[in-house]
């Protein structure tokens, strides 16, 4: 690669201090975006997806949350140096970002216009005039229809689908050289979200702006995105591009959500679920954190935690061992005979128990 | 073939569960509230109090109402504050058997601050349980039952939150106050009676709210599908939600019942006075208050000492209802 | 006994509206949010009727309006032979051991000062189907038979995860040994591993207890996985109605081809690949539907006809409904507006 990256997370370690303890919400987390790259982040809740985005940010509440350690450069320059008056000059500017829920970061009692202009005249210098014709572009420009009174109006008097598009209005405003989009599209209807996605990639191919795009839709993410990093528990597990992703995922945890998502155009009479539940973030352990709930587990997952290792050119995953998706199903089938004979002596137990006392 | 996918026990990481106790809304609660120093030096305080109340006749040196046979012959004659010497009239220099000194009746008063506490103990939970069952039932029958029934409770509600209280106080104290009924427990019934007339209102507009949310919850919803008797979902589903908002209302309704009493006695229309040796609610702070204030010049002790007591008790239970708030709602 | 009706529930010209009131002192009545207007199908025995549209457009409403959470404001729904619009007091309390409801929001769904086994254990109790110490012998298999393990029946709702409360909501529904349950969006609100999880257990459960299943989600996926027929709503209606295979190889709604083609597919091969139909603007209020079709305002391949006149829900045969004027020809039709 000839060009260095536009952002590069390097051992990012992200702490919440809580009355049982301290949360170890992101840990050792790196990654790079490219320019001009839409990098997908996929998690489930309390992987430390989100986490991970608002402390590039710097919007990490603290306390409770603290950045513990790790460098996150953008453009040569370490964020997590910045003060709070420097970040104000990036947020908004340079990075941008774009939440599942607009109606939360749009100020209800003001207009739409000025919210849009403030950022403007703020980073741009530009006047109130100019400032409101760039307003009324950018709303064209994402597809509102007759911007130039849309701009007067309340948050609350558009749709949930017109009120992201403000938001990706804003987020573009000062053509930022990143934009962290925090499932945008979540909170949509399917058709909302075609048409917000559609949207989404056609800005990407006009301002050549490099977008993070965090979500558990791993439809979307196929659709989006040129590289994906998988994060599970607060940790990358596996990165690589899209394409080598979908077609060879080498991580279990990452083949057991491509096993467990019923697709449209498949016929599955059964889906392989990841059985379990995810880990608790408070305790420190060295095993494996998918250990619990892999169907590949061996003895050395319970003692070592892997590190992200290459097991295909550009795509590491964090699995001690050399598996693949076609193993699985007979894996799967024989942990969950084992599990259901655990069960039923669980359950003689119990009834021991209960004839006991 | 229902699948054993969830079943802990069948490794490290999950083992752990079965060892952990079983943690109710309540006790989470309790443990919030028990991190809560201001909170837990409150109740330790009130819990105090309240034992100095049951026990007054044991804790006080003197009779609160009357001066003992041996110091009789001093009646009319008031001492100063234990360390403060009246080089003028020696007879008025404080003594160390009347710490507080005595007042112009002659009564001990650290033995009155002592029996004052009972009124206020009383005079603020007996008011606060009156108007959170009044306030619950109205607010509970309101909110559920919804409608007409609703419009026309709340319509009234409405007219007793929009009443003057204290304005209303002074009528029926004036109206009633020498009426047998004005007189039963030296007018505590009264007070009681008419502070809570109209403080429910807001307890049951509290609930109301409460009960309307809760309507709409799924697990409502869900007893609903099942059969459950709207008696049982009233009283198994929704009462037992709304209580953690009514506690924390109840521990604001006693000290503003306290400061109502308070200030009652102060203007003279609160509890009446009693020489009677065997009454169990001889003396108020407020009444000592307004006694103070008249001998604010020759005995300032006996304003200092009964403004602390109130103001120590009422800040105790404002401290005891923000923490009991913090702990049931962590959310805020 | 006779021979048993093929349909467990038919619902004709099921309609839901809420009034709107003014806000003034008299709260006069201004209009009717028009929920559900006039709905027809059944469901037949042992099968799972997939339900499925974009929120707003009554789905939810319908699945309460049968199970008479909400009374119906016009048409009639016939479970097993009884009306239930008609049923009350002792009579709707005896029916609800037919006819149970999973919810969406695990959270919102159990009562968190209740413990698990008073959760599960009150339908057995509230109907009488065991008694004194059989009927925590009962929640214990219930839980036993939905994946918990009844070690942790004293325990309070929010020391479960998500997935393990709706496994509990799942538990509470069947104590009562129901024939028929409406499922309203029950995984929607879970992480994707987990959802596979409840997907795969309520598709066991229907085999051991021979349960008929409405099923009512917004993820087409989900539900074309689980369904053996599958209706989509829009704004009150329903616009097709289809054997599952059918609905997703052939569609003939102009709404539920957009509907499908808007459902990204976690393969980003077949994506390159894949032409969406885009719909314009949003979704008309219920307050005030369009006139005529109610999708005509929204539909690529709209024609006069359409906005003036409500097209029939018709059969297009082989049980394969759709309300569209232009049923037969619109695939064509969306292809050349695509080109």
């Known amino acids: 690669m000839a060009e260095a990256p536009l952002l590069e997370v390097k051992n990012l370690q992200v702490q919440f201090k809580t009355a049982d303890g301290v949360v170890n919400a992101v840990n050792n987390v790196s990654f790079s975006v490219n320019r001009g790259e839409t990098l997908g982040i996929v998690g489930e809740s309390g992987s430390g997806k989100s986490v991970t985005s608002l402390s590039i940010m710097r919007l990490i509440p603290s306390p409770p949350g603290k950045i513990a350690g790790g460098q996150i450069l953008f453009d040569g320059d370490n964020l997590v140096d910045f003060s709070e008056s420097e970040m104000r000059k990036i947020r908004g500017n340079r990075i941008s970002m774009i939440f599942q829920d607009p109606m939360t970061s749009l100020n209800p009692v003001l207009r739409i216009g000025r919210q849009m202009t403030e950022s403007l005249q703020l980073h741009m210098g530009m006047t109130p005039k100019q400032a409101r014709n760039r307003a009324i572009d950018l709303l064209s420009m994402v597809g509102i229809p007759a911007p130039d009174k849309r701009l007067d109006d309340f948050p609350h008097q558009f749709s949930g689908g017109m009120r992201q598009r403000v938001m990706i209005a804003m987020g573009l405003a000062c053509n930022p050289e990143l934009l962290i989009a925090d499932e945008p599209t979540t909170a949509l209807d399917v058709t909302i979200q075609a048409q917000i996605l559609e949207l989404l990639n056609r800005l990407k191919n006009e301002t050549g702006t490099a977008i993070i795009f965090i979500t558990h839709d791993l439809g979307v993410v196929a659709g989006m995105t040129d590289r994906v990093i998988v994060m599970y528990a607060g940790r990358v597990v596996e990165q690589a591009s899209t394409n080598e992703l979908f077609r060879n995922p080498r991580m279990p945890y990452t083949i057991g959500l491509l096993d467990s998502i019923p697709r449209l155009d498949g016929i599955q009479t059964r889906l392989t679920p990841i059985p379990g539940l995810p880990p608790d973030l408070l305790e420190k352990t060295n095993r494996c954190p998918f250990a619990p709930r892999c169907d590949f587990v061996q003895e050395q997952c319970w003692i070592e935690t892997p590190s992200l290792r290459q097991v295909a050119p550009d795509h590491t995953a964090a699995c001690l061992f050399d598996i693949d998706r076609d193993q699985r199903q007979v894996m799967a089938e024989k942990k969950i005979a084992e599990e259901e004979a655990a069960l039923d002596a669980a359950l003689e137990d119990v009834l021991a128990h209960e004839q006991a006392s | ?332 | 006994m006779a021979v048993q009706n093929e349909n467990l529930l038919d619902i004709n010209g099921l309609k839901m509206h809420f009034p709107v009131k003014s806000n003034g002192l008299l709260r006069r009545t201004v209009g009717a949010v028009k929920a559900v207007d006039g709905l027809s199908f059944s469901v037949k025995r042992g099968e799972t009727l997939g339900l499925v549209g974009e929120s707003g457009c009554g789905k939810s409403t319908t699945g309460r309006a049968i199970l008479q959470l909400h009374r119906p404001t016009a048409g009639t729904v016939n479970f097993d032979g009884k009306e239930l619009t008609k049923l009350n007091g002792e009579a709707m309390r005896q029916m609800r051991r037919k006819v149970q409801i999973i919810f969406q929001d695990p959270y919102a769904s159990l009562n968190p000062r209740m413990t698990v086994g008073d959760i599960v254990g009150e339908p057995i109790r509230v109907h009488n189907l065991r008694t004194g110490k059989e009927v925590r012998t009962r929640v214990e298999e219930l839980l036993r038979v939905v994946g918990l393990n009844p070690y942790f029946i004293n325990r309070y709702p929010h020391e479960f995860s998500g997935g393990q409360r709706q496994r509990i909501g799942i538990a509470r529904a069947l104590a009562v040994e129901p024939d028929f349950i409406v499922c309203d969006e029950p995984v929607s609100a879970l992480d994707v591993s987990i959802q596979a999880q409840i997907i795969n257990l309520l598709q066991d459960l229907q085999g051991q207890f021979g349960l008929t299943y409405l099923f009512i989600a917004h993820n087409l996926s989900v539900v074309k996985h689980i369904s053996d027929r599958v209706a989509v709503m829009y704004l009150g209606k329903m616009v097709e109605l289809a054997p599952s295979k059918q609905l997703y190889a052939n569609p003939m709604h102009p709404y539920t081809q957009a509907l499908l083609s808007a459902v990204p597919i976690p393969d980003p091969e077949v994506e390159k690949q894949r032409q969406r139909i885009i719909l314009q603007g949003d979704v008309p209020s219920p307050l005030n539907p369009p006139s005529g079709c109610h999708f005509h305002t929204r539909c690529p391949i709209v024609i006069d006809k359409c906005k003036v006149e409500d097209p029939p829900f018709q059969d297009y045969g082989g049980g394969h409904f759709v309300a569209c004027w232009r049923a037969t020809e619109s695939q064509e039709q969306m292809e050349k507006k695509l080109q």
């Open chain 2, 1 to 332: 073939m229902a699948t054993a996918s969830n079943v802990a026990g069948t490794n490290p990481a999950q083992a752990q569960e079965f060892t952990r106790p079983v943690r109710s809304l309540w006790s989470d609660a309790w443990m919030r509230l028990r991190r809560n120093r201001l909170a837990m030096a409150s109740i330790i305080y009130l819990f105090l109090l309240a034992l100095v109340a049951i026990f007054a006749p044991v804790i006080a040196p003197h009779s609160p109402s009357r001066p003992t046979t041996t110091e009789l012959r001093e009646r009319g004659v008031y001492r100063q504050a234990a360390w403060v010497v009246d080089e003028k009239n020696p007879k008025r220099s404080g003594i160390w058997k009347f710490p507080l000194g005595t007042d112009s009746a002659g009564g001990d008063v650290l033995s009155r601050l002592i029996y004052g506490t009972r009124v206020s103990m009383v005079v603020g939970f007996i008011p606060m349980i009156f108007t959170l069952s009044i306030g619950i039932t109205i607010g509970l029958i309101s909110g559920f039952a919804g409608g007409k029934l609703d419009s026309l409770l709340m319509r009234f509600t409405d007219i007793i939150f929009s009443l003057p209280d204290i304005l209303f106080f002074i009528i029926v104290q004036t109206a009633f106050s020498q009426t047998a009924f004005g007189k039963t427990f030296n007018g505590l019934l009264l007070i009681f009676l008419s502070f809570s007339a109209v403080n429910w209102a807001s307890v049951s507009r509290l609930v109301r709210g409460q009960v309307l949310s809760l309507k709409e919850k799924e697990f409502v919803e869900a007893a609903e599908a099942v059969g459950v008797r709207r008696g049982s979902i009233l009283f198994r589903h929704i009462l037992p939600n709304t209580l953690a908002p009514i506690i924390v209302a109840g521990a604001f309704i006693v000290p503003s019942a306290i400061v109502t009493e308070a200030t009652l006695s102060f203007l003279g229309i609160g509890i009446q006075p009693d020489t009677n040796p065997n009454n169990p609610f001889p003396t108020s702070w407020g009444q000592m208050i307004l006694e103070g204030k008249s001998a604010i010049d020759s005995q300032p002790w006996i304003l200092i000492a009964s403004a602390i007591a109130i103001a120590s008790i009422t800040i105790a239970f404002v401290a005891l209802g923000d923490g009991l708030r913090d702990a049931l709602d962590p959310r805020q």
